[in-house]
């Protein structure tokens, strides 16, 4: 039966695998701590709709105007987490049906 042959590893042998599996683990928690982010992204927006809150992006999706003119209607902010607003959808009907004719041909034409 042949003996198993020896392997010989230099010091510059054990540096690049360690550095290979340094990489690899790296790798890893990075796509570990992905999908946790990607999971409290969830859960921060099912808070926000159970609260009436509204992204910022989703409203000016919804009324179809642009970050400029929400701030030039002073739309109430709700809160900031990061840099998202949040609006408080029944403050904010309320705020464009009370605005000018401009704010409620938004709110009329979104609803």
């Not at 020896?6 to 990075?30: H, M, P, W």
């Not at 900031?80 to 949040?86: A, C, S």
């Not at 009370?98 to 979104?110: C, F, K, P, Y």
Request: proline letters at 5%.
């Amino acid at each position: 039966m042949p003996e198993d042959p020896i392997y010989r590893l230099t010091k510059s042998d054990l540096r690049r695998f360690g550095e290979r599996c340094a990489n690899l683990g790296a790798k890893q928690a990075v796509k570990d701590l992905g999908k946790k982010i990607d999971s409290l992204k969830g859960h921060l927006k099912t808070l926000a709709v159970t609260q009436d809150l509204v992204p910022e992006h989703v409203l000016l999706s919804w009324l179809d105007v642009s970050r400029k003119t929400l701030k030039r209607w002073n739309v109430p902010v709700d809160s900031t987490r990061g840099q998202t607003r949040f609006y408080h959808m029944p403050t904010v009907i309320e705020h464009l049906r009370d605005g000018e004719n401009e704010q409620q041909e938004a709110l009329e034409s979104a609803t």
